[in-house]
């Protein structure tokens, strides 16, 4: 596709429930970032995939938190066990190396 | 985590005025990055500089990569109603991995 593309736009879990969001990048980029944007707040970097490993994931608030990556494409970012403070809009970037970022529209998650 | 200091944190202009706004940091950067934000969408870049004083502009923006590395700032000239938004600066590191700002939220009254 053109842009990066998230999915699900929109997810409402239950408390203690696990979730999985994805990400399509846009086609060739190598790099792939995940943030986090709490309402009214910057986004917060998360983790930073090349090709299909991640050599910074110095971002992830838990161990509750992790991410893959394959094919140098798609990428899934889960949370396990989501407490209320998980509710943010997870942002998905990708880029060519060395390139800014090009940003999807999110994920908009509400942990109830 | 490393935090930008970006500010003014709103402004309520009215159409046709100046806006600016800047961004400082005690870390220096690689790049600095402008981005605006839409509800309910991703940031959308605006303009990207890449060397210590370089000067840019993009239409109406113009924006600029401090000398010390440690700041930025963007001007927005002659606002129109479809400037409102949230802009975010953004430093980068060498692999592209970027710190924000907290947003400046810019309303513009016709």
């Known amino acids: 596709g053109a842009g990066v593309s998230q999915s699900p736009s929109n997810k409402v879990t239950e408390k203690g429930k696990d979730v999985e969001l994805r990400c399509d990048p846009i086609?060739?980029?190598?790099?792939l970032y995940w943030y986090r944007q709490r309402l009214g707040q910057g986004l917060e970097f998360l983790i930073y995939f090349q090709g299909n490993s991640a050599p910074d994931k110095s971002g992830l608030p838990s161990d509750r938190f992790s991410a893959e990556r394959t094919g140098e494409s798609v990428s899934t970012l889960t949370i396990q066990r989501t407490q209320q403070e998980d509710s943010a809009v997870y942002l998905c970037a990708s880029s060519l190396t060395g390139s800014p970022l090009h940003f999807g529209n999110g994920t908009r998650l509400t942990v109830t | 985590g490393q935090q930008l200091n970006q500010s003014p944190q709103s402004m309520f202009i009215q159409e046709g005025e100046d806006v600016s706004m800047n961004c400082t940091s005690s870390?220096?950067?690689?790049?600095w990055l402008w981005y605006k934000q839409d509800p309910g969408e991703g940031p959308v870049l605006l303009i990207a500089l890449y060397k210590a004083g370089e000067l840019t502009s993009n239409g109406r923006l113009t924006a600029q990569f401090g000398i010390t590395r440690k700041d930025s700032f963007l001007n927005i000239s002659a606002s129109i109603p479809s400037d409102v938004g949230i802009y975010f600066c953004a430093g980068g590191t060498s692999y592209g991995k970027l710190t924000f700002g907290q947003g400046t939220i810019l309303t513009v009254h016709p």
């Open positions: 870390s220096i950067f690689n790049t």
């Open positions: 086609s060739g980029h190598t790099a």
